[in-house]
T-cell receptor, first 118, second 111 residues
Framework: GAVVSQHPSRVICKSGTSVKIECRSL??????MFWYRQFPKKSLMLMAT?????????EQGVEKDKFLINHASLTLSTLTVTSAHPEDSSFYIC??????????????FGDGTRLSIL | QKEVEQDPGPLSVPEGAIVSLNCTYS??????FMWYRQYSRKGPELLMY????GNKEDGRFTAQVDKSSKYISLFIRDSQPSDSATYLC???????????FGTGTQLKVEL
């Protein structure tokens, strides 16, 4: 149980392109989804937290107009990197957490999207 | 001082060894503790999730939490080459579920 699917796993595109990454919870309802960025050999850096039907909460230093997050349903959140540039190249990972009968559920992670901007 | 401290390694052990991975934390408000395993180019996979002080066992893995000393551990028995990965400890206070991670320990189990 608790499977999170992230798509695509790899994207290579030209500078100036906008890229959309999808994150789906396959077997549970995700009341909260998170987006992280990870640099090589580093831990995960939280970019934003989104609750279904609400605007995302961005961490300090993360440009909300650059990284658009939509959490339109309890099973889907999307991250759009707008007008991507080479410095946006990174490993982006989503996670999802449900609040079912038992509160304070742990986060379950997708397999990440490796984004390369040429 | 980071809220969660974790030795980054790398840690290299022979196959079959018992592995001990550790984290310390400074915020006594942290209530929930997790260990994640991350293979290269993959997302973290939840291994253990605990709330109270004490031990929790799942197969070859045992998670230990000592809230009085703010110390959490993961033990891996009979380690296998397939256990080679980065292990991340994580914790949160509850409610908003925002995680605080350790830096991760890179483990290599050699044949």
């Amino acid at each position: 149980g608790a499977v999170v699917s992230q798509h695509p796993s790899r994207v290579i595109c030209k500078s100036g392109t906008s890229v959309k990454i999808e994150c789906r919870s396959l077997d549970f309802q995700a009341t909260t989804m998170f987006w992280y960025r990870q640099f090589p050999k580093k831990s995960l850096m939280l970019m934003a937290t989104s609750n279904e039907g609400s605007k995302a909460t961005y961490e300090q230093g993360v440009e909300k107009d650059k990284f658009l997050i939509n959490h339109a349903s309890l099973t889907l959140s999307t991250l759009t990197v707008t007008s991507a540039h080479p410095e946006d190249s990174s490993f982006y990972i989503c996670s999802a957490s449900g609040q079912g009968v038992v509160a304070n559920q742990p986060q379950h992670f997708g397999d990440g999207t490796r984004l390369s901007i040429l | 001082q980071k809220e969660v401290e974790q030795d980054p390694g790398p840690l290299s052990v022979p196959e079959g060894a018992i592995v001990s991975l550790n984290c310390t934390y400074s915020n006594s408000a942290f209530q929930y503790f997790m260990w994640y395993r991350q293979y290269s180019r993959k997302g973290p996979e939840l291994l253990m999730y605990t709330y109270s002080s004490g031990n929790k066992e799942d197969g070859r893995f045992t998670a230990q939490v000592d809230k009085s000393s703010k110390y959490i551990s993961l033990f891996i028995r009979d380690s296998q080459p397939s256990d080679s990965a980065t292990y991340l400890c994580a914790t949160f206070t509850g409610g908003g579920n925002k995680l605080t991670f350790g830096t991760g320990t890179q483990l290599k189990v050699e044949l």
